[in-house]
């Protein structure tokens, strides 16, 4: 006997004695013969089992004909499957949001990993001798271009970017770094873990308010690997405070033959003063400013896909792309393409402002935000769900530009912003909120133009 079958037998006998239908029962009647012509009969089977036990464990009510037991049934089936990773609207006003998938791509970006996911490419291969190429070339033009540097390298993320560093300049070495910069970056990142983790000795420099160039001077000796300097993301620190500029860092790292590296983190390629965004370095700044390597996010204010960042000079990089550890970090097909185009769309910085979300997103004007805002709220009012247009303060996220309030536009729902919250988490597509004074606010800065409507009707839906 099959050992489903054993089991479904065995699962029969449980459930006769408290007056639940079998697994087998189930499976077998006419009600449920539209899920198996739909799915999988092991999947159904599972789908079987999970709404006799959400019965059995009194989280559902005891269906009352078989026509319920097949409802229920069916909705166990759609959350079996339903994909784990999905769409979900970012009302939330903070626009780099790690946990709901920081950068949304640009239209380009789509279309190029479109392009190159269903077939082959020409990844490692050099189609002008017909020998092995390098997928670490593929992106390497454009960032010359945009920001300067004189050669590049694209790992996963930043922290692997930071990893590779460490290990190919500092592994069994000592990395200097100051105080001020041990910092957590989220989702339990922290630079020190990051430097351990590289194979390095960490020797922390300074204090956390108070760093100086003696202090690093002082620090270094024949078993100094790297000097690393952390871009402060996620916080500020003001009042009595000191931090040596990476152009000094770099000057004295030359003068005794230490690399030093960069974190940007960010991933600023453009100047943003204009939209309020200031103080921020770009990528060209910070490779102005001399440091060996530059790291930085792909898919924070760059506004691509998942990766990290090395920029620096071609003999430094060239170490970066030979170490081993290189081949465990690297990008996929997919990931250059996106980034590519995403690049490309930089050599115009008004169409990138345009073409790429997160640029559009931050730039955005609180007017249109505001009327973007009211046209939601006519909708919802129309169908009786009570909403309010208020302003509202919303942020860039990702670690960049901590103290930055960009002046915004909100709907605000009446009722219950705890159920209010739930609900609209439940709702196809989950809408994600962000409570205020004990109400819930869909802010437009972080919605996508073109998820508004969406975003009317899922509320509708779900609240109507
Ligand atoms: C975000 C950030 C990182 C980590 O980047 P990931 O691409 O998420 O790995 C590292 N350093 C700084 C300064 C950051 O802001």
Redesign the pocket.
């Known amino acids: 006997m099959p050992r489903s079958t054993r089991e479904a037998r065995e699962t029969d006998r449980l459930d006769d004695r408290r007056d639940l239908p079998g697994v087998g029962a189930l499976l077998d009647s006419v009600e449920l013969a539209p899920l198996l012509a739909r799915a999988p009969r092991a999947t159904v089977t599972n789908a079987v089992r999970a709404a006799i036990e959400s019965v059995r464990s009194g989280s559902r009510p005891a269906p009352a004909s078989a026509a319920a037991w097949s409802d229920l049934v069916e909705a166990r089936l759609a959350d079996i499957t339903r994909p784990s990773l999905r769409p979900v609207i970012n009302a939330t006003g903070v626009v780099l949001h790690t946990n709901l998938g920081r950068a949304p791509l640009a239209a380009a970006a789509i279309r190029a990993m479109r392009e190159i996911a269903g077939g082959f490419s020409n990844l490692e291969y050099d189609l002008e001798t017909g020998g092995r190429g390098s997928r670490y070339t593929h992106c390497v033009q454009l960032l010359r271009e945009i920001t300067g540097c004189e050669d590049a390298l694209v790992v996963n ?3 692997a970017a ?1 990893v590779l560093a460490v290990d190919t300049f500092a592994r069994d070495r000592d990395v200097i770094i100051s105080r001020g910069e041990l910092v957590e ?1 989220g989702g339990s ?1 922290r630079i020190p873990d990051i430097m351990r983790r590289g194979g390095a000795r960490l020797v922390e420099v300074g204090t956390t308010n108070r760093t100086h160039l003696a202090d690093y001077e002082q620090a270094i000796t024949g078993e100094t690997g790297a000097i690393i300097k ?2 402060r ?1 996620n916080f500020a620190i003001s009042g009595f405070t000191a931090e040596v500029p990476v152009e000094r860092l770099a000057a004295l790292g030359h003068d005794k033959g230490v690399p030093v590296v960069h ?4 991933g600023l390629l453009l100047h943003l003063d204009e939209y309020g965004l200031k103080g921020e370095p770009t990528a060209s700044d910070a490779l102005r400013a001399g440091a060996d390597v530059v790291t930085l ?1 792909g898919d ?1 204010l760059l506004g691509g896909p ?1 990766a ?1 960042i090395m920029l620096g000079k071609a003999d430094v990089i060239e170490r970066l792309r030979t170490n081993p550890l290189a081949r465990a970090l690297r990008v996929d097909k997919l990931t250059i393409s996106a980034l590519g185009a995403t690049l490309a769309l930089y050599r115009d910085p008004a169409v990138a402002l345009r073409e790429i979300p997160v640029l559009a997103m931050l730039s955005a004007a609180p007017r249109a935000l505001e009327e973007r805002a009211l046209a939601i709220a006519e909708k919802l009012r129309a169908r009786g769900v009570g909403c309010d247009v208020v302003s509202s303060e919303s942020s860039v996220g ?2 960049a530009f901590p103290e930055v309030v960009l002046e915004s536009f909100a709907v605000a729902l009446q009722g219950n912003a705890m159920i209010l919250e739930n609900a609209l988490r439940g709702a196809v597509p989950p809408v994600i909120g962000r409570m205020r004074d004990e109400r819930l606010l869909l802010d437009m800065r972080s919605v996508l133009p073109r998820d508004d409507e969406a975003l009317a009707a899922t509320v509708i839906g779900a609240l109507a």
């Open positions: 993320n930043c922290a930071l970056i990142f952390v871009h993301s974190d940007l983190g960010s996010s924070k998942q990290g990702g670690g």
